[in-house]
């Protein structure tokens, strides 16, 4: 068990619907990324907040947005959805900001299915 | 931009086999160099890393050393069990802030 939290496992939805994927970083950890994880494209790095500020961006569409709470959850919005958003969608927490030696602690993923 | 090259798979493999998978990497300055591992059903987690050139990682019989002469940091483990099947995935960080980036992946099945 890693500490890292998401929901929800599975989700199923249509096309052109809004999901909102939640995750509760390990206690302590300040720095929150979002990875979507498919077939074809592999682990794309979407977006990192630290302390409830957004410090990196990935290959994010501006259809998916994410922030992250004073309690440290994050949250990350897909609207208009597609059918090639489908895929599973992993938060990971760390200590720090990054630095060379951080280590990234992955939840479990949402596997998102959009019909 | 930073980048990872891993070897495709998927990589079947007997019991005791001897076991390379091989990870390029592309990057600016001094990157630090990741091998995580993702179990059917699990998130990924750390396997091991090495923070400068010439550093060899280590963990649970699996060993990667960085080779910054050949942008390599290839994962070798001397005889795999069936319980090291899973997804293995190399990874690098560049200088400064800059999150992970990482390849896409690589499947190890191992037959008894």
């Known amino acids: 068990d890693s500490g890292v939290t998401q929901t929800p496992k599975h989700l199923i939805t249509a096309t052109g619907q809004r999901v909102t994927l939640r995750c509760s970083p390990r206690s302590g950890d300040l720095s929150v990324y979002w990875y979507q994880q498919s077939l074809d494209q592999g682990l794309q790095f979407l977006i990192q907040?630290?302390?409830?500020?957004?410090?990196a961006k990935g290959n994010i569409l501006e259809r998916f947005s994410a922030q992250q709470f004073p309690d440290l959850h994050s949250e990350l919005n897909l609207s208009s959805l597609e059918l090639g958003d489908s895929a599973l969608y992993f938060c990971?927490?760390?200590?720090?900001?990054?630095?060379?030696?951080?280590?990234?602690?992955f939840g479990e993923g949402s596997r998102l299915t959009v019909l | 931009g930073n980048s990872v090259t891993q070897m495709e798979g998927p990589v079947t493999l007997s019991e005791e086999a001897f076991l390379t998978i091989n990870c390029t990497y592309t990057a600016t300055g001094y990157p630090s160099l990741f091998w995580y591992v993702q179990y059917p059903g699990e998130g990924l987690q750390l396997l091991l890393k090495a923070t400068k050139a010439d550093d060899k990682g280590s963990n649970k019989g699996f060993e990667a050393t960085y080779r910054k002469e050949t942008t390599s940091f290839h994962l070798e483990k001397g005889s795999v069990q069936v319980s090291d099947s899973a997804v293995y995935f190399c990874?690098?960080?560049?200088?400064?802030?800059?999150?992970?980036?990482f390849g896409k992946g690589t499947r190890l099945s191992v037959i008894a």
């Open positions: 990971a927490s760390s200590t720090t900001t990054g630095g060379n030696t951080g280590e990234l602690f």
């Open positions: 990874a690098l960080r560049g200088s400064g802030n800059t999150p992970l980036v």
């Open positions: 907040y630290y302390n409830g500020e957004e410090r």
